[in-house]
């Protein structure tokens, strides 16, 4: 059966513009489905089917998940206006579904296909293999960037402050686990019309990070907040992106 019609005590939270990434308050008329003798732990179970181990906090307030939740939300690149679905599995287990602003349920990159090691290590992408044509249709490009999809492991981000102001891209945690080297390292970017820029890749266990070379790459490719950009995996150390402008 599909799962969003059965019948697990579930609930949903929009991440507003502010919202703090240090807890999460489960909603008060939720709490009836937990157990008296609350655990010290709760689980979250991601889109990618990894999980994450958050500490359960009860207070005057209500019932928070804290410690790991930051962690979670990190993890995933949560923004503002996405929402996510909180399924009950029983034992403090939580399947979490994350929605974008469009409404639509977003796909880790973890989630893909496997890594293609052997793919070229030019980095350009061998012809034929383009699985979705961007058409120059200025009406069309959101539905193409809601529906990218690809043999090689990739993931999706909108541009905000951080990306194109502050001139730091964050990578996702399971992506970058998952996909590229456990350390500091050089990674080129592709546009779409085979131009290359060398990053500074950032790995120190906790956050991963595009820094020395993406000013360049946002500048030379007139990225804004808004935009979506596609971050593929063409070859090891090697990155397509894909922009899809807001306007």
């Not at 005057?60 to 949560?78: A, C, N, P, T, V």
């Not at 951080?162 to 686990?177: D, G, M, N």
């Not at 590229?180 to 820029?197: A, F, H, V, Y």
């Amino acid at each position: 059966m599909d799962e969003f019609l059965d019948n697990r005590p579930s609930f949903f939270k929009i991440i507003f513009e502010g919202h703090t990434t240090e807890s999460m308050r489960i909603p008060p008329k939720f709490v009836k489905h937990l157990p008296i003798e609350l655990p010290d732990q709760a689980i979250l179970k991601g889109p990618s089917g990894e999980k994450w181990h958050v500490k359960l906090c009860k207070t005057e307030d209500g019932i928070y998940l804290k410690d790991g939740w930051q962690r979670f939300f990190q993890d995933h690149s949560l923004g503002d206006n996405e929402w996510l679905l909180f399924r009950y599995n029983g034992d403090l287990c939580f399947n979490v579904h994350i929605f974008g602003k469009n409404g639509c349920e977003r796909v880790d990159a973890s989630s893909t296909k496997a890594n293609h090691e052997t793919a070229s290590s030019s980095g350009k992408r061998p012809r034929g293999q383009q699985c979705n044509s961007i058409e120059t249709n200025q009406s069309k490009i959101c539905k193409v960037a809601d529906s990218f999809t690809s043999d090689f492991p990739y993931f999706k981000c909108c541009m905000n402050k951080s990306s194109v102001v502050e001139f730091l891209q964050t990578v996702p945690t399971i992506f970058a686990r998952n996909h590229l080297p456990q350390r500091n390292t050089k990674i080129i970017l592709w546009n779409s019309e085979d131009k290359s820029w060398e990053m500074n890749y950032i790995n120190n266990g906790k956050n991963h990070k595009f820094s020395g070379g993406w000013r360049d790459f946002v500048r030379d490719n007139k990225l804004k907040v808004g935009d979506t950009c596609v971050f593929e995996l063409v070859a090891k150390n090697e990155i397509r992106v894909h922009v899809f402008p807001v306007d």
